[in-house]
């Protein structure tokens, strides 16, 4: 299925622990045409210098908006990085082939 992303939709990563182990864990799982969804703490990852690596492996990267405002954390500026709302969430997962949470 091809989404708003642009590419296949692979598998949707939902990360909600900030950066740490968990994240380390993640970036040798990705693959083609996989999203990471940045949610509830995960969004704290926005200015750590994992973010980089899960950028370079070419997943696209998005974070939810509501659990931005909740958190204080300002939108991302870095390029690539989509900021989502709840709508465009249950878009993502019905695009995507499968979902792990993280």
Same mark, same amino acid.
């Given at each position: 299925?091809? $989404? =708003?992303? $642009?590419?296949?939709?692979? %598998?949707?990563?939902?990360? =909600?622990?900030?950066?740490?182990?968990?994240? !380390? =864990?993640?970036?040798?799982?990705?693959?083609?045409? &996989?999203?990471?969804?940045?949610?509830? &703490?995960? *969004?704290?990852?926005?200015?750590?210098?994992?973010?980089?690596?899960?950028?370079?492996? $070419?997943?696209?990267? @998005? +974070?939810?908006?509501? &659990?931005l405002v909740a958190r $204080? %954390?300002?939108?991302?500026? @870095? /390029?690539?990085?989509? *900021?989502?709302?709840? !709508? /465009?969430? %249950?878009?993502?997962?019905? +695009?995507? *082939?499968?979902?792990? =949470?993280?």
């Amino acid at each position: 299925m091809i $989404g =708003s992303w $642009g590419t296949e939709m692979g %598998v949707l990563h939902l990360l =909600s622990q900030p950066p740490g182990p968990v994240w !380390e =864990s993640l970036v040798p799982r990705l693959g083609d045409g &996989d999203r990471v969804l940045l949610l509830g &703490d995960g *969004v704290y990852g926005l200015r750590h210098p994992l973010l980089g690596r899960l950028q370079d492996t $070419g997943a696209g990267i @998005a +974070a939810l908006a509501p &659990d931005l405002v909740a958190r $204080g %954390v300002e939108p991302p500026g @870095a /390029e690539g990085i989509r *900021v989502i709302d709840y !709508e /465009e969430f %249950v878009d993502l997962t019905v +695009a995507c *082939v499968r979902i792990l =949470s993280w």
